[in-house]
């Protein structure tokens, strides 16, 4: 692997949620990449991450058909606001850092799941781990 490529990770945890628990919407300073490694789920474990298009006042607002729950006529999801994600023992999800996610409720008991941030080994000449 090219070294300018190379990621390392930089910090890891586990999360363990009781019934009724939650994640507020978050996103991971200091870290490129982030993931999850889910070890304890149900049917109804679930992760939302938040759209950055139109979060701020600094984007553009790709909502064509405001309050919908279905993709757009070119089938593309870009106009929601959150998208949930269904999650399963024994997956592992990554997205970048500052992508914010969380769940509202936790409908799994004890529920538990290895999260971990990623940067790279170098950074355009400019950061060296």
């Known amino acids: 692997m090219n070294q300018d490529t190379e990621l390392r990770i930089t910090n890891a945890w586990f999360n363990e949620c009781d019934l009724g628990g939650r994640q507020p919407m978050h996103n991971h300073s200091n870290s490129m990449l982030s993931g999850t490694f889910y ?12 759209s950055p298009y139109g979060m701020n006042d600094f984007g553009n607002l790709l909502l064509d058909e405001p309050n919908t729950k279905r993709p757009n006529r ?3 999801g870009f106009q929601f606001k959150t998208i949930t994600y269904k999650v399963e023992a024994g997956i592992c999800l990554f997205w970048p850092s500052h992508i914010r996610h969380g769940y509202a409720e936790n409908f799994t008991p004890n529920r538990l799941s290895l999260s971990f941030n990623f940067l790279p080994i170098t950074f355009n000449n400019v950061y060296k781990a």
Do not use: V
């Open 39 to 50: 070890l304890r789920t149900n049917d109804q474990s679930h992760l939302q991450f938040q």
């Open 74 to 76: 070119f089938g593309y």
